[in-house]
């Protein structure tokens, strides 16, 4: 698929390095808040060995997962965050692989994860056929379990966005989600939701959310 073919959330793709260091610059609170997270979320889970974090961006959560003792390998479409995570696990001194792949159409054979997952990405699919292409190729590829992050509707933030819209403001590009819609997505790959993690419950708008693959 060209890029003028591609969907249009996917011109956030950061392929090029300069925009990749940018991404780099975040605020040091909403990071420790947001891995602290995913840290949330992983107590709630057995002991597991291999981790997908797709996409991985500059890999910050995929070096959260290798500190946590799993086999960790991050993956993304952009070439040059690919490259800046590079950088960071070989400055880091932790062991991960990072590789380029497409979510929509991964690579990897079925189950070839213990545990995926999908950190701030959800809420820029833009419509129903993506986001169920999405969630069947993160369950594909999971033997057990998907972590996936979206934006609750009903918190300060999102409420928020759509008084600020309402009122002539600026629209949001982002896309809150009911976590009953994204769990029929998932019913119908087999899997069951098993905790729901708020960054801080009813203030900020991303959510955690933690589907097993039903025996």
């Known amino acids: 698929m060209s890029d003028l073919e ?10 090029d390095i300069e925009t ?20 949330r979320a992983l107590d709630k889970l ?3 060995s291999r981790f997908l974090d797709i ?16 086999a960790a390998v991050g993956a993304d479409l952009g070439e040059g965050v690919v ?23 991964m ?11 999908c950190f701030r990405l959800y809420h820029h699919l833009p419509d129903d056929e993506v986001r169920a292409r999405v969630v069947g190729e993160l369950c594909r590829v999971a033997r057990h ?17 759509r008084l600020r819209a309402a009122l002539g403001g600026k629209r949001s590009r982002q896309h809150p989600t009911r976590p009953e819609e994204l769990d029929r997505f998932f019913a119908d790959q087999g899997f069951a939701p098993r905790g729901d993690v708020p960054v801080r419950r009813f203030l900020n708008s991303l959510h ?6 039903e025996t």
């Not at 591609?6 to 950061?14: D, E, H, L, M, Q």
């Open 6 to 15: 591609a969907p249009a959330y996917k011109s956030r793709i950061k392929r």
């Open 20 to 39: 990749a260091e940018k991404y780099l610059e975040r605020k040091p609170a909403r990071h420790r808040l947001e891995m602290r997270t995913i840290e």
């Open 46 to 48: 057995p002991a597991l």
């Open 55 to 70: 996409p991985c961006g500059t890999g910050r959560a995929t070096l959260l997962l290798a500190a946590h003792g799993y």
């Open 83 to 105: 490259e800046v995570a590079r950088r960071e696990v070989a400055s880091s001194g932790l062991e991960c692989r990072i590789e380029i792949n497409d979510l929509e159409a």
């Open 107 to 117: 690579t990897y054979g079925a189950g070839s994860f213990d545990a995926v997952l």
């Open 145 to 161: 379990y998907v972590l996936i992050s979206y934006l609750h509707p009903w918190s300060f933030t999102s409420i928020k966005r």
């Open 208 to 213: 955690l959310r933690i589907y097993a693959r």
